[in-house]
């Protein structure tokens, strides 16, 4: 493959190769420069380039899970977004799965538990594991794992709440569909929602 283009970004070169996009520190290009018009063998350069990679990557996933535990997939965006290649990455997280340091169904089941502590319906947690790269399944299974009860209990107090905020002299349908809207958006179903707004009303009572 020929590198078509070299440009520096802030302190890192990007080095495009057969349409790919290598990005460098100052000293990996140092070690190996290139120029437009050089031929390479991308896969060679793949692996040369891991190897230099893949101690401070690890170093830095490492780092990310100290300050908090991560889902297997932000640890990977976060690493691509700081130039690492697909194969340093895939290494990181065998290393750190292979260590227990890495697991997405505990991941889940402790994001949905502090989530939930919040007030948030099962949707909204469940969107928001997916979001930060858990599996579909393993991000429903955690919300679905959640103590149904102070779920409804959550939806009616936020309900009572919502209901409270009435506006002097406004319609009473117009505050529940309020209400309704702002727990739908807290990722509470219709259904679910509804119910918790009649509890709340008949408490009110």
Do not use: N
Not at 82 to 100: A, D, F, I, N, Q
Not at 187 to 195: L, N, P, S, V
């Amino acid at each position: 493959m020929e590198v078509s283009s070299v440009e520096r970004r802030h302190h890192r070169l990007r080095v495009t190769i057969g349409g790919e996009v290598f990005t460098l520190t100052q000293a990996q290009f140092d070690e190996r420069p290139l120029s437009p018009g050089d031929e390479i063998d991308i896969a060679e350069y793949d692996q040369w380039l891991m190897v230099r990679q893949y101690t401070p990557a690890l170093q830095a996933a490492v780092a990310m899970l100290a300050r908090r535990p991560h889902a297997a997939g932000e640890i990977e965006a976060k690493l691509r977004r700081s130039g690492c290649r697909p194969c340093t990455v895939e290494m990181v997280l065998y290393k750190l799965r292979r260590h227990g340091l890495l697991d997405d169904e505990a991941f889940a089941r402790q994001w949905a538990a502090y989530r939930a502590g919040s007030r948030l319906g099962q949707r909204r947690i469940t969107q928001e594991l997916r979001r930060k790269g858990v599996d579909a399944d393993i991000a429903e299974a955690a919300a679905g794992e959640l103590d149904g009860e102070a779920m409804q209990q959550a939806a009616r107090e936020l309900a009572a709440k919502y209901l409270r905020k009435a506006k002097p002299g406004e319609d009473p349908r117009k505050t529940e569909q309020r209400a309704l809207a702002a727990l739908i958006r807290r990722g509470y179903g219709y259904d679910e929602a509804r119910a918790a707004l009649a509890q709340a009303r008949q408490e009110a009572e």
